[in-house]
């Protein structure tokens, strides 16, 4: 079974302070693990992914993640938030042997405040 | 790409009403899940299909709940009788199988209220 936590309903920050949105995961092998971002009345939009490699991934809109595998964790972090990054931001993950099914964590609401 | 679409995008019915929601996926992309998502019960994922077969409909929360994939860019979710705690927003998606190591793409939502 594969599951994302995502411990914080809520993130409220500053602009221009740094914004950071926690995650952890469980998979049974390797995982995959995905960022993605919701405005209002919106769909989910991709941001970043973590596969193989470098564990400092970028992505989309400035923000990036680490992937963490002893605390099995993937983080998303933005050096300096923007009001225009309050969303509700996901983290997802799948299994590199499900070549299908991601799970999605509940949801953190990002609100930068001007 | 006009990415995926969805329609309607706002639907509001009476319980007992059958509804019907659609889905373009992304032309290529043999992957198409179909998503609900609700303040309580946040992003569940219903069913998915891959090269128009079911594969997966253990997220389908009861018999009142169909869906159908009759070509690679065509599918359709309904419900049937609808009741009020249906009332959620619909979110169709779609991937590439292997190509982008599965990111999903997502329509913009059906925002379905059963009153």
């Known amino acids: 079974a594969q599951s994302v936590a995502q411990p914080e309903d809520q993130v409220n920050v500053a602009e221009g302070n740094p914004l950071t949105v926690k995650c952890t995961y469980s998979v049974s092998g390797n995982p995959y693990l995905f960022w993605y971002v919701q405005y209002p009345n919106r769909g989910l939009q991709f941001l970043l992914k973590?596969?193989?490699?470098?564990?400092l991934v970028k992505g989309s809109y400035g923000f990036e993640a680490e992937f963490n595998k002893s605390q099995t964790s993937f983080h998303l972090k933005k050096p300096s938030a923007l009001v225009s990054d309050s969303a509700l931001y996901f983290c997802a993950v799948r299994d590199m042997r499900n070549d299908y099914k991601l799970s999605f964590g509940a949801g953190t609401t990002v609100t930068v405040r001007a | 790409d006009a990415g995926v679409i969805q329609s309607p995008r706002h639907e509001v019915t009476e319980m007992g009403q059958e509804v019907t929601l659609r889905c373009k996926p992304i032309s290529g992309h043999d992957y198409l899940f179909w998503y609900r998502q609700t303040m309580m019960r946040g992003l569940e994922l219903l069913i998915y299909?891959?090269?128009?077969?079911?594969?997966?409909d253990s997220g389908m929360p009861e018999d009142r709940f169909s869906a159908k994939m009759p070509n690679a860019s065509f599918s359709t979710l309904k419900i049937q009788p609808s009741e009020p705690r249906d009332s959620a927003v619909y979110f169709c998606a779609s991937r590439l199988q292997g190509g982008n190591t599965g990111e999903l793409f997502f329509g913009e939502g059906s925002r379905l209220t059963v009153l």
């Open positions: 299909f891959n090269n128009n077969v079911p594969i997966d």
């Open positions: 973590y596969i193989t490699g470098d564990n």
